[in-house]
């Protein structure tokens, strides 16, 4: 099973300002299935990238993906108020599919 | 528009089964398979299973084999989760959602199912 860590476990930041999560996998993901995933209280995930830098439709320009191999990275440019949420990433090329356990957005 | 609707909040005892139900629209539904995740509260998502768009099989997790199984009814364009020989720490929201090429896209409401004597 892929372990997928994400990094870090809070993030206390203010609006305007840049975010950046990471998430390490255990072994070697292939860049086309690790995907990053919004989540609000009392919400479902929200799809925001796909194949690592893929924005899904709807999803924002400040919001971007990097990485390949082990390594991840999601960035918001630039923290809007409805940002402050759950992110988690998602890798789909190993089974079972597994998720990071999350790092949590909050207003600082 | 693409909508996942699921079935309502279950209360159900130990050793008992459930079975979630999420009702596709506004897309073919044999052209995606659904994935089925699982969060217990104020915890992270876990994946279950996935059963294929294009024939219906079944993927599951290795924690789940022999309790779970997904299903389909193409006519009306839902998709079934039945969990069996439930424990408290099964107590969670059970999500449904679209897949294709290993990409979840679209996600339903989420299910509450808890688990208690």
């Known amino acids: 099973e892929i372990v997928l860590t994400q990094s870090p476990g809070t993030l206390s930041l203010s609006p305007g300002e840049r975010a950046t999560l990471f998430c390490r996998a255990s072994q070697s993901v292939s860049s086309s299935f690790l995907a990053w995933y919004q989540q609000k209280p009392g919400q479902a995930p929200r799809l925001l990238i796909f194949?690592?830098?893929n924005r899904a439709t709807g999803i924002p320009d400040r919001f971007s993906g990097s990485g390949s191999g082990t390594d991840f990275t999601l960035t918001i440019s630039r923290l809007e108020p409805e940002d402050f949420a759950v992110y988690y990433c998602q890798q789909s090329g190993g089974s079972p599919r597994t998720f990071g356990q999350g790092t949590k957005v909050e207003t600082k | 528009q693409v909508q996942l609707v699921q079935s309502g909040v279950e209360v159900k005892k130990p050793g008992a089964s459930v079975k979630v139900s999420c009702k596709a629209s506004g897309y073919t539904f044999t052209s995606y398979g659904i994935s089925w995740v699982r969060q217990v509260p104020g915890q992270g998502l876990e994946w279950m299973g996935w059963?294929?768009?294009?024939?219906?099989?079944?993927n599951y997790a290795q924690k789940f084999q022999g309790r779970v199984t997904m299903t389909r009814e193409i006519s009306t364009s839902t998709a079934y989760m039945e969990l069996r020989s439930l424990r408290s720490d099964d107590t969670a929201v059970y999500y449904c959602?679209?897949?294709?090429?290993?990409?979840?896209?679209?996600w339903g409401q989420g299910t509450l199912v808890t688990v208690s004597s």
């Open positions: 194949g690592t830098s």
């Open positions: 959602a679209r897949e294709i090429m290993a990409i979840i896209d679209y």
């Open positions: 059963l294929s768009g294009y024939n219906g099989d079944p």
